[in-house]
């Protein structure tokens, strides 16, 4: 029994310090990302498919409140009046500047209101007796939804014009990558999803077996150059290698290359957090909606891997016929293994991090660019929502199309080998990029 408790004991001051770590790094995430641009970048609305930044801001502070000091902690509410301001589903971002919203100084005294009242529940959570509550997972919850919002206003920032606001060392250079460009994977069962994962998200549970058959994967993402010769080969005016749907948009809206992409003479340029660049060839090709990476893929005589095939590629280790947390291995992510944490404003060229791979020698499955699927986003077998059907259960179906991997601007709290995010197949101010398959059995 003494045994038991102080293995618990060491447990509890575990989660308590992941808690906490991970709490105060999202905490100076969102202080950077709200206090680098004056207030009227603050409460303009850069675009209509973003919220104004004191939106999130606010919203961040209020989720905290609901969850960890209402949910948890069984306090009352500190501003009653407000939640339907910041209720995600109750007024689309359109609408959101509209809202007598809190102004900058409110929302900041706010969220460091909601902060300081969170820090002292998580001092004395016991860390069991509720699903909530078990492992942290409250904590863990709120950590990654301000992580979520803070790639969100990455997002809006990298829409908002002006001089740059935000500034980051560019990633290591490498070699230029000549290794194979593609990687067999073995066809066969592998466990899917988890439901060990102590802060894993409902979408990601449970774990279940899944079959697939042997399928050729991309090594690295596709890259700019790649795209390029798409681009040049007339693949936007080409209808046979669009979906009716994805042709009548890119129709529709004129576009003609990713997004921020603009020719100049002989050269592509792009413009990226308020500098303007040439588009660097070695770099995975960002900004893309699932309509354009599905008909490169087309054209290049491949296919966008499923969900299933992506996660193989990542998690699955031929050596034990286990499945892993990350490529690498069990082990949290590490500045070697991936560009994770907005620790650079761009991804690292095609080929980096071999300490990252997977066991069958596919690289950058995690970080530089959310990574397009062929799959819906649909519930797996035995899901349950938890703990509100809105984080995923109202969003499955064939309307959304699963984005694997992270991005630079996902930090590794919010980001594993079963992460799955989700997004309509439009869009493209998110950082999505993509890499393509082919079935074992076809052609080369």
């Given amino acids: 029994?003494?045994?038991?408790?102080?293995?618990?004991?060491?447990?509890?001051?575990?989660?308590?310090?992941?808690?906490?770590?991970?709490?105060?790094?999202?905490?100076?995430?969102?202080?950077?990302?709200?206090?680098?641009v004056e207030e009227p970048d603050l409460t303009a609305q850069h675009s209509p498919l973003m919220s104004p930044l004191v939106w999130d801001l606010a919203h961040i502070g209020n989720q905290e409140e609901l969850w960890l000091l209402r949910a948890v902690a069984g306090q009352d509410a500190i501003r009653p009046e407000i939640d339907s301001l910041y209720d995600a589903f109750e007024h689309p971002r359109a609408e959101r500047p509209s809202l007598p919203l809190l102004s900058p100084k409110e929302a900041r005294a706010y969220a460091a209101e909601v902060r300081g009242r969170a820090l002292d529940v998580l001092e004395s959570a016991a860390f069991r007796g509720t699903r909530l509550t078990e492992a942290g997972f409250a904590f863990g919850m709120i950590a990654q939804h301000e992580q979520q919002h803070d790639e969100t206003m990455l997002i809006t920032h990298q829409l908002r014009k002006g001089p740059r606001a935000l500034t980051a060392p560019?990633?290591?250079?490498?070699?230029?990558?000549?290794?194979?460009?593609?990687?067999?994977?073995?066809?066969?069962?592998?466990?899917?999803g988890t439901s060990t994962e102590a802060?894993?998200?409902?979408?990601?549970?449970?774990?279940?077996?899944?079959?697939?058959?042997?399928?050729?994967?991309?090594?690295?993402?596709v890259t700019?150059?790649?795209?390029?010769?798409?681009?040049?080969?007339?693949?936007?005016?080409?209808?046979?290698?669009?979906?009716?749907?994805?042709?009548?948009?890119i129709r529709r809206h004129a576009i003609k290359a990713p997004l921020y992409w603009r020719r100049d003479g002989g050269q592509w340029l792009r413009r990226r957090f308020?500098?303007?660049?040439?588009?660097?060839?070695?770099e995975p090709v960002l900004h893309v909606c699932w309509y354009e990476a599905d008909a490169y893929a087309r054209w290049a005589g491949?296919?966008?891997?499923?969900?299933?095939?992506?996660?193989?590629?990542?998690?699955?280790?031929?050596?034990t016929g286990g499945s892993t947390r990350y490529p690498w291995g069990d082990a949290d992510p590490a500045p070697e293994h991936a560009n994770l944490g907005?620790?650079?404003?761009?991804?690292?060229?095609?080929?980096?991090?071999?300490?990252?791979?997977?066991?069958?020698?596919v690289r950058q499955l995690i970080g530089d660019v959310w990574e397009w699927t062929a799959s819906d986003f649909l519930p797996y077998p035995g899901f349950t929502a938890f703990p509100y059907k809105e984080y995923s259960e109202v969003f499955f179906g064939p309307d959304h199309k699963v984005l694997r991997g992270g991005s630079f601007a996902v930090d590794p709290?919010?980001?594993?080998?079963?992460?799955?995010?989700?997004?309509?197949?439009?869009?493209?101010?998110?950082?999505?990029?993509?890499?393509?398959?082919?079935?074992?059995?076809?052609?080369?």
């Avoid at 936007?236 to 948009?249: F, I, K, L, S």
């Avoid at 308020?274 to 070695?282: L, Q, Y």
């Avoid at 650079?344 to 066991?359: D, I, N, Q």
Wanted: with cysteine; hydrophobic share 35%.
């Fill in 1 to 36: 029994m003494t045994e038991h408790v102080t293995e618990t004991a060491v447990d509890t001051e575990a989660f308590r310090e992941r808690a906490l770590a991970s709490l105060l790094t999202a905490r100076d995430r969102t202080t950077l990302l709200t206090s680098c």
């Fill in 170 to 192: 560019d990633p290591e250079p490498v070699p230029l990558f000549t290794g194979p460009a593609e990687v067999l994977v073995p066809g066969g069962p592998f466990t899917m």
């Fill in 199 to 221: 802060w894993a998200l409902d979408n990601e549970r449970p774990a279940h077996r899944r079959e697939v058959a042997p399928y050729w994967i991309d090594t690295t993402p």
């Fill in 224 to 249: 700019n150059g790649a795209y390029q010769a798409f681009i040049e080969d007339g693949g936007y005016d080409e209808p046979r290698w669009w979906t009716a749907e994805g042709w009548n948009h």
């Fill in 274 to 282: 308020g500098i303007t660049e040439v588009v660097p060839a070695d």
């Fill in 302 to 319: 491949r296919r966008l891997p499923t969900e299933a095939e992506w996660e193989k590629a990542a998690r699955f280790d031929p050596a």
């Fill in 342 to 361: 907005q620790r650079h404003l761009r991804p690292a060229p095609a080929g980096s991090y071999p300490a990252g791979e997977s066991p069958l020698g």
């Fill in 413 to 444: 709290v919010a980001c594993r080998g079963t992460f799955r995010n989700w997004d309509y197949p439009i869009r493209r101010q998110i950082f999505s990029g993509f890499r393509t398959a082919r079935s074992a059995t076809a052609a080369a």
